[in-house]
């Protein structure tokens, strides 16, 4: 099993990953990041959605509210035009915040949003392919998952997306 390097920069995570995550079987796939920063209108919109997500016993989410109540006009003006929600505004203030960091999450105005600001950004297929380099999941669990996930979680991807997906993971066995 790869170990946590403590120095990493933290994970930023948004609502989608810990749900679609938490539905998928692998939640404990965040553990393998030193420190899993949720926002609290993260935290609320999970514990509606999915509160199981919220008390995994591998997983230690610190729930943070950023400090800034004010975005930086560069946020301000991306969450206007793409029409950013509480949870990814937060989330997205909140990698700000702490520079150099990953943010976690699956929607696509959100992502947008990162890539425009510099921040690093992934999703739940990141985090479950990661899963393969890391040592945490074989290839073929990662296969089974990804095969699964139509119908067992509430991600939203297009078949086409998950199918070149399914065949990249295919190729490496």
């Known amino acids: 099993m790869a170990t946590i390097d403590p120095a990493a920069p933290p994970v930023v995570c948004d609502a989608g990953p810990l749900i679609h995550l938490d539905e998928l079987g692998c ?6 990041f030193a420190r899993v920063l949720v926002p609290e209108s993260v935290r609320s919109e999970v514990q509606v959605h999915r509160p199981s997500a919220l008390t995994h016993p591998a997983v230690r989410l610190v729930v943070i509210t950023p400090t800034s109540s004010t975005e930086p006009a560069a946020l301000e003006a991306l969450a206007r035009v793409l029409v950013l929600h509480t949870g990814e505004l937060d989330a997205l203030r909140l990698a700000l915040e702490h520079g150099r960091c990953l943010l976690l ?3 696509t105005a959100a992502r947008l949003a990162a890539g425009n600001l510099g921040v ?3 999703g739940t297929i990141g985090v479950l392919v990661r899963s393969i380099r890391r040592n945490r999941r074989t ?3 990662v296969l089974a998952v990804l095969q699964s996930l139509p119908q067992q979680s509430t991600l939203h991807l ?4 998950l199918d070149s997906i399914i065949r990249e993971v295919e190729s490496s066995i």
């Open 158 to 161: 297009k078949r086409s997306l």
């Open 120 to 122: 690093a950004v992934h």
């Open 139 to 141: 290839a073929k669990q």
């Open 105 to 107: 999450t699956d929607d």
């Open 27 to 32: 939640l404990d796939l965040l553990a393998d």
